[in-house]
């Protein structure tokens, strides 16, 4: 990996150059998931249940349920979509999160879709078992179901990335992160957005390619409800 790394841009791709002109709260049109959903699988970690699926234009989200039950409803997935938001409009790496509501129909299961496991393995997802989890999501009058979706991040994962030391596989990781100015802001905004949960499991790297071998390791923010 570390040969493919070294034709990085020399640059550390944590935040983006940005200006208040170039950016703002907007969500990108071409994110817009395309009904119906295939599901890949079930989400298999974490505490809130939900799916990896593919929308009908062939990009692939992950798919949050919002099932913190009556007293606190749509709670969850807001935060999810808003925190976002927020994190991208201030120059840092996130995904586009949206809320949707979806009804039955808008979600497929195929001979290919399983149920990953807690405790390891997977196993076919049925139809009857993928609907059994959906129906656990907020639940508005007309019977649809509350939902957050998250567009998979472009480029080869890489696995994740910590607040302190650097990548010995990424040439151009070299300032200690603990030293970071962007890293130090964003302890702030996770503390004003009530972000409790900032950590290194839940960051992403990706490396995006340029031309032929050469590229970057883009480092992301991930899961903020």
């Not at 699988?41 to 929308?55: A, I």
């Not at 039950?69 to 586009?96: H, K, M």
């Not at 998979?152 to 070299?174: A, H, L, M, Q």
Request: with cysteine; aromatic share 8%; hydrophobic share 35%.
């Amino acid at each position: 990996m570390s040969t493919v790394f070294s034709a990085c841009v020399a640059t550390h791709h944590l935040v983006c150059p940005i200006t208040r002109t170039t950016r703002s709260l907007s969500t990108n049109p071409n994110d817009e998931p395309a009904l119906p959903f295939v599901v890949k699988s079930s989400k298999g970690t974490g505490t809130t249940p939900g799916f990896v699926v593919k929308d009908a234009a062939g990009r692939t989200y992950l798919m949050k349920l919002d099932d913190l039950g009556p007293r606190q409803p749509e709670i969850s997935t807001a935060a999810d979509a808003i925190v976002s938001r927020i994190y991208w409009a201030l120059g840092f790496n996130a995904p586009c999160n949206r809320v949707l509501y979806v009804r039955e129909p808008d979600l497929r299961v195929d001979r290919r879709s399983v149920e990953k496991l807690r405790f390891g393995g997977e196993r076919p997802l049925t139809e009857a078992g993928m609907l059994a989890a959906l129906r656990r999501a907020t639940r508005g009058p007309d019977g649809v179901s509350r939902v957050c979706t998250s567009r998979f991040i472009d480029g080869k994962p890489v696995g994740t990335w910590r607040t302190e030391g650097r990548r010995s596989d990424d040439p151009n990781d070299v300032i200690p992160h603990e030293d970071r100015r962007e890293l130090r802001a964003e302890c702030l905004l996770a503390a004003w957005v009530a972000h409790w949960d900032s950590r290194g499991p839940n960051s992403f790297d990706a490396f995006v390619a340029t031309h032929g071998q050469a590229g970057y390791v883009r480092h992301s923010f991930l899961d903020f409800s």
